[in-house]
């Protein structure tokens, strides 16, 4: 199989599985990206997903241009004509946190689908690059977009106007990545952090992500307003009133996302 779904607990990790194809995305995988968030997104017991790679060279190198032909359809077919969309990042608009494993090369659409997750951890090997203007195009999964947003326009230019690589270290200069670990503690610390967001109230967390993925596009004033509005819609849930029992009483709380 191209892609490995798995549970442990409240975490799902998908893991993209063409090592011999440095994890590169083709129809089949795509596919089953978009099934794969579905999937969490509809089991109550997923509280955060981690994505990773195969093997220890790359996390995802992106199209696989060897099996990836272009479309039969026309442009407007694409846009207007298809239920599901055949779009990288396709189903990843869920309010359930995403953490990304990157162990090794994430370029072109690799880095895009690093970039849509909410928590990046590399490994210290890893590398990082946008470069497809070197083969005359341009990032076509958001890679323009959210870039600048996560670590401002002038790193973000540098590294979309020459294609070239840059490493874990160069990344987490950057604010790319949150940490930069050794390549054997990777999935393991990847999944400490999964394993702690799983822990919190699901609704808070979902809802936490949802006000800074929405807020970030609105003037401040206005997602100030929206923060208001869901804080007074979880102010008195089920879990809220759990936390504070299980606070006072010394214990660890038990969430049950309502």
Not at 49 to 75: H, N, Q, R, W, Y
Not at 125 to 151: C, H, K
Not at 212 to 221: C, I, N, T
Request: glycine letters at 8%.
């Amino acid at each position: 199989m191209s892609l490995l779904y798995e549970k442990r607990g409240g975490v799902a990790i998908v893991t993209l599985n063409r090592p011999e194809a440095m994890n590169s995305i083709d129809t089949e995988t795509r596919a089953e990206l978009r099934d794969a968030w579905r999937r969490a997104a509809q089991d109550s017991e997923v509280r955060c997903i981690v994505l990773t790679g195969s093997g220890e060279k790359a996390f995802c190198t992106g199209s696989d241009l060897k099996k990836t032909m272009p479309p039969k359809e026309s442009t407007a077919q694409l846009a207007f004509g298809q239920v599901d969309s055949n779009h990288l990042l396709a189903g990843m608009d869920i309010d359930t946190p995403f953490i990304c494993a990157i162990n090794g090369y994430a370029m072109g659409g690799g880095m895009e689908l690093a970039l849509a997750c909410d928590v990046r951890i590399a490994s210290d090997n890893a590398q990082f690059a946008l470069s497809e203007v070197r083969i005359g195009s341009i990032p076509g999964a958001g890679g323009t977009q959210n870039l600048p947003r996560l670590i401002g326009r002038s790193d973000a230019m540098l590294m979309l106007l020459t294609g070239e690589r840059f490493d874990a270290q160069e990344a987490l200069r950057m604010g790319l990545v949150s940490k930069v670990v050794p390549q054997a503690q990777l999935l393991d610390t990847a999944l400490t952090i999964a394993d702690r967001i799983a822990q919190n109230a699901p609704l808070s967390v979902r809802a936490v992500k949802r006000l800074v993925r929405d807020g970030s596009s609105l003037p401040l004033d206005q997602a100030i307003a929206m923060e208001s509005y869901v804080f007074s819609m979880l102010r008195d849930t089920e879990d809220r009133i759990e936390g504070r029992r299980a606070f006072q009483e010394k214990r660890p709380p038990v969430y049950r996302g309502r």
